[in-house]
């Protein structure tokens, strides 16, 4: 596996990751375990910027061929990016939320 496709993974791997951090913190707030919570925010957002770094990467080599094959795998990655952004800014909330109702 190599170029688009290894970097489609990438994105995919690195963003799950995150995305799951983000839901586990979610359930530690409602626990009441803001300190695990915040925990898993930090190691949510180390994984997400990371799944960003390969996002650049790929944004930068198009800029330098002038094109990237759009394909179902890249589509994927991109859509848990978005996802993954998404869900830890509805996490960050919710975490306050919970320590404001505690």
Known sequence: MEGLELLSFQMISFNGSARSCFVEA???AKEG???RAEELMKEGEEQFVEGHKVHAQL????????????????????????????????AAELIDIHKRIQ
């Open 59 to 90: 944004i930068q080599e198009e800029a330098q061929t002038g094109g990237t094959a759009v394909n179902l795998l890249l589509i994927h990655a991109e859509d848990q990016m978005m996802s993954a952004e998404v869900l830890k800014i509805i």
């Open 33 to 35: 375990d803001f300190e």
């Open 26 to 28: 979610i359930t530690a």
